[in-house]
């Protein structure tokens, strides 16, 4: 985890300097109009009551239904799935070292997890997601500080330059819509960030398209029927609570509900149109075992199972109906070696 010594006040006042103005030059393309107006926007979360229904969704609970012994033990893996493959890359070995692998955990063609490609650097914290037959890695930690590469990684390992940010960013989440990825808050190296940003490949930069309530890091995030979920996360001193729900066709960030306790660190994936939150810890620095299960229209939260243990800082993605989690940190503070399905 990265120091958190940033005030929230200071760091939301430099944040919209350096993430609005900065990164919107990813890619090498001169910032647009929209992204130089974004520095004064006040396009912040709106607080209206959640409204519950009478009768909410039904959910899937998700029990753990196989598992995988992973190359090497790690945390705080960027994990995505592309053309099939489950892929994890990056993270912090047992002994809290960057690692620069990208292995290869599930799917077609994979009868056990494998390392199948190595990353230009060691890196962990790295903000990942698949735009369409690649999977996508924005900044992340280094023992130099921050990265500002922006790197592609195909189903076979192969990793290549996509772009670069003008500034380094790591402890960022993303998730896709669509074509375009979007990047949910991160780290400066001194400043936590508030900004949602949005990035299309084929396009010359990064977009400002919501401003968080406040900076956020680690954050667990998804992509639920068209629209961004965000929960919990830490403002740099303290875990929270909210959760947030971005449309992107209307470019609007409302508050929807709240966690039954403030996480950072969570994992956060999709499966049959609800927002699961898996695992993370607490401002004691506690791991929690439990799944819970938000209801992206109403942010109703319900308890939906258990991790196989207690865990923070795991990646997780959804492949063939089952939620994979991938490594992560239990309440002994060591990595895992494990990857887990949970299924409903």
Partial sequence: MRPMRPSPTHATSLAAVLTLAALAGCGGGSATGSTARAAGATNGAATTPVVHRSHPAPIARLRVAGSR??????????????????????????????????????????????????????????????????????????????????????????????????????????????????????????????????????????????????????????????QLLIAGGTDGEHAQRLILRFDPASGRLRVIGRLPQALAHAAGAALGGTFYVLGGRTDASAQVGTILAVDPASGRVRTAGALPKPLSDLGAATLGGRIWIVGGRSSSGAAQDRAWALAP
Avoid: K, N, W
């Avoid at 033990?73 to 690692?99: E, I, Y």
């Avoid at 922006?150 to 402890?171: E, H, K, N, W």
């Fill in 69 to 226: 012994r992973l190359p090497a033990a790690v945390q705080l893996p960027a994990v995505a799935v592309v053309g099939g493959h489950l892929l994890a890359a990056g993270g912090l070995s047992a002994a809290d070292s960057s690692v620069p692998d990208v292995v290869a955990v599930a799917g077609a063609g994979v009868p056990a997890p494998r390392r199948v490609g190595s990353l230009p650097q060691a890196l962990h914290d790295i903000g990942g997601t698949a735009v369409g037959s690649r999977m996508l890695l924005f900044g992340g930690g280094s023992t130099s500080g921050s990265a500002s590469s922006v790197l592609a990684v195909s189903p076979s390992g192969t990793v290549s330059t996509a772009g670069r940010l003008p500034v380094g960013v790591s402890d960022s989440a993303a998730a896709t819509i669509g074509s375009t990825a979007y990047l949910v808050g991160g780290y400066t190296g001194s400043v936590p960030l508030r900004s949602v940003l949005a990035y299309t490949p084929g396009q010359a930069a990064l977009r400002d398209v919501a401003r968080l309530p406040h900076p956020l890091r680690y954050a667990a995030v998804a992509a639920v029927g068209g």
